[in-house]
């Protein structure tokens, strides 16, 4: 397991796939390379690893490892919600095609990247390891903390 926190280590990877309104087909040549680089930029200002990503013409797959601290719906809305504004910026001429600034539709579909039980297994067994060390150094139960 390569990701960590100070506390916590995670391998937390999620399939999100979400439409723009009305299901367009608008992602296509220049805008989806625009788009591509973008939500890349965004997922690495939160350091979010975007394992895997394909913009078809009417809607957008990632695979992404979205770290415990973050809830998967707060980052989905962040992607959304900062590539239509960029989007809205730099294509003005779409704001006539989307009422309301609404770039993407209001839902989105998530699932989870399966989990690999061996993994796991090595995570406890090394917890065991690291508490066997430390359980040396307080061996005495009779000795003053302080």
């Avoid at 890349?40 to 979010?48: E, L, N, P, R, S």
């Amino acid at each position: 397991m390569k990701n960590s926190l100070s506390h916590t280590v995670w391998e937390c990877k999620y399939h999100v796939v979400w439409v723009p309104k009305r299901r367009r087909k608008i992602i296509y040549g220049k805008l989806r390379n625009e788009l591509r680089t973008i939500l890349q930029k965004v997922c690495k200002y939160k350091d979010i690893e975007v394992i895997e990503d394909t913009l078809c013409s009417d809607h957008v797959h990632m695979c992404l490892a979205i770290p415990p601290k973050y809830a998967v719906s707060t980052i989905v809305g962040y992607l959304k919600g900062k590539s239509a504004m960029i989007m809205f910026e730099k294509y003005s001429r779409l704001k006539r095609n989307f009422k309301g600034h609404s770039f993407w539709a209001r839902g989105y579909y998530v699932n989870t990247v399966g989990l690999d039980e061996a993994k796991v297994r090595k995570y406890i067994k090394d917890q065991d390891t690291n508490e066997a060390a430390e359980d040396r150094w307080d061996s005495d139960p009779d000795s003053d903390p302080f």
